[in-house]
């Protein structure tokens, strides 16, 4: 047993300390810097990364894999699978490596036995899906007996293998090297990482990233790697206690983070801290102090949720009943959770039962296979398709942001691969939706509002209510023909509600506060700004209940 202590205990004090001070770090950046639905992913990385399971952490949507989270960078923790298959590994190497292996000192049979090990697991990744082949422990473990194979393959005559000969030669032997392939290989990355997402979360600029992940890589080398051989001489008890503070100190970071979120939404989300009124003209340090308020103003989350799986709100929740007869169902991407509590507040008098279903990136209505925010849209399909024919509702809500509206379209339009999938979507919506199909059609996809506001002050231009970023949408001709081929939809559109006085899209105030969030969505300001649409949709349901094209496009 002590063979097996000294090879844990050396692995665990040389990983741990440093691996758990990284996440504190994180979370306590995540609580610092980010808000609403990025912070509540944050945190649950930050649990996955701390007991060493991220690599089995569910992504927010199934299509979404690794290289695409690479893509977003919203995740501090990202990189942490690698280190957690490393841990598994820890766990069960003694296991494969000693106790069940043949004893015998002949390396023909030593290497037989670790390629079989080998080829199991290969066939085990071969076999699985993408997703499970690059992050499940077991389908890494041939890469990681890959050394040892090559070893036996010489047919060398055995040096001995018990753990007990390798912690005393060679793992003495390369105590330092331990030092310098374990904790700089953990504190310079994992430094260079935490400085740069820091940097780009708080100047998106690159330039300044790479300065500052520079910069902490210099001070974590002097600061501590030249400390680190003290570092490891820690007892025992040192080191337990050490790991436990470090834990501690992490979930009270999560609960003071959890805690200022909170109190920030409920304060600063108050109507009476917003200047959204007639107003003067604002300064610029105001316009600042206010968009920064209404960043924190955007909560996804839906009141009274039951869950049914999944998360608030990336999953189905069942929500409050309203006054009414009928079920309403709201389906879509992030967009739907985003607008979803205007149906929620504006038509309880006409539902009785709501439910509530997001998938992340993905909308129900069209083929995103050119878009690499939800490449595998038809799994997405399937799973809103099975929850529509599951709960069969007589309202069905469609709100989605269309990530990429600006896609060419053929002519005429009924040749559209895009028209030919939708105009198929909703002949499936129409079997199964009791009454009515409401759509929120496409419009302009707004530009960042920060990066916006920070390349005219580089430009040294003023803020315009204006962006020239916006893309317009060519959705007219595909709504006409889907709402006249669609007998059970209503069609209706917010993009009227942000035309300025020019006839322009516009994502700011005439004060020059943001509509939007740095994800696109709507804050409070924006989505004051087109509740006016729910309340008439609210108002002429039941005349729409009954509506036929051209009456069924709503404006």
């Not at 893509?71 to 069960?92: G, R």
């Not at 500052?212 to 490891?232: D, F, N, P």
Request: aromatic share 12%; glycine share 4%; proline share 5%.
């Amino acid at each position: 047993m002590g063979t097996y202590y000294n090879f844990y205990f050396k692995r665990l004090r040389r990983i741990l300390p440093l691996a758990l001070l990284i996440v504190l770090l994180c979370v306590i950046t995540i609580s610092a810097l980010l808000t609403d639905f990025e912070f509540t992913n944050g945190m649950k990385s930050a649990l996955y990364s701390m007991f060493f399971v991220k690599n089995y952490q569910p992504h927010p949507t199934v299509e979404e894999d690794y290289f695409q989270a690479l893509e977003k960078a919203n995740d501090l923790f990202t990189h942490f699978w690698s280190l957690c298959v490393e841990i598994q590994f820890y766990l069960i190497a003694p296991f494969v490596l000693h106790l069940f292996k043949p004893t015998t000192e002949n390396a023909f049979i030593n290497f037989t036995f670790l390629a079989a090990i080998s080829a199991v697991s290969f066939a085990y990744s071969f076999l699985s899906n993408q997703k499970e082949a690059f992050d499940a422990t077991p389908a890494r473990l041939w890469q990681f007996l890959a050394g040892a194979t090559a070893f036996h393959s010489d047919l060398l005559p055995s040096k001995g293998t018990s753990l007990q000969e390798d912690e005393e030669t060679g793992e003495c032997e390369q105590e330092n090297a331990d030092v310098l392939s374990g904790n700089k290989a953990l504190a310079i990355p994992c430094g260079f990482a935490v400085a740069a997402s820091v940097a780009v979360l708080v100047s998106r600029d690159w330039v300044v990233a790479m300065a500052a992940a520079v910069a902490l890589s210099i001070l974590c080398h002097h600061g501590y790697e030249k400390r680190q051989v003290q570092y490891l001489t820690l007892s025992a008890k040192s080191t337990l206690a050490l790991v436990l503070g470090l834990y501690i100190a992490i979930f009270c970071a999560m609960g003071a983070g959890t805690h200022i979120q909170q109190d920030a939404t409920e304060q600063e989300a108050t109507p009476s801290s917003l200047m959204v009124g007639p107003l003067p003209e604002l300064s610029q340090s105001e316009i600042d102090r206010q968009n920064r308020i209404l960043s924190k103003t955007n909560d996804l989350r839906y009141k009274g949720c039951k869950l049914k799986y999944g998360w608030n709100p990336i999953g189905f929740c069942d929500l409050e009943n309203g006054n009414g007869t009928l079920s309403f169902l709201i389906m879509g991407n992030s967009y739907s959770a985003n607008l979803g509590g205007l149906v929620q507040k504006n038509f309880k008098e006409h539902y009785g039962k709501l439910q509530a279903r997001a998938i992340a990136q993905c909308e129900p209505l069209v083929n995103t296979a050119h878009d690499h925010y939800c490449p595998n849209y038809k799994d997405a399909h399937a799973k809103f398709d099975a929850d529509i024919e599951r709960e069969r509702p007589d309202i069905l809500f469609l709100i989605a942001r269309y990530i990429k509206p600006n896609a060419p379209i053929t002519r005429p339009i009924e040749n559209d691969d895009k028209f030919k999938l939708m105009e198929g979507r909703l002949k499936f919506f129409e079997e199964h939706v009791n009454k009515k199909v409401f759509i929120l059609t496409a419009f302009p996809t707004p530009a960042r509002g920060d990066d916006f506001d920070r390349k005219m002050k580089r430009l040294g231009k003023p803020m315009a209510p204006y962006m020239p970023e916006a893309i317009e949408a060519d959705a007219g001709p595909m709504k006409e023909r889907l709402a006249e081929k669609c007998s059970k939809c209503v069609i209706f559109d917010i993009e009227p509600m942000f035309l300025n006085e020019a006839g322009n899209f516009t994502v700011l105030s005439p004060q020059k506060l943001q509509y939007f969030d740095n994800p696109r969505h709507l804050n409070n300001l924006g989505k004051q700004l087109v509740e006016p649409v729910f309340k008439r949709l609210s108002e002429n349901f039941d005349r729409l209940l009954e509506t036929k094209y051209p009456e069924n496009i709503f404006v």
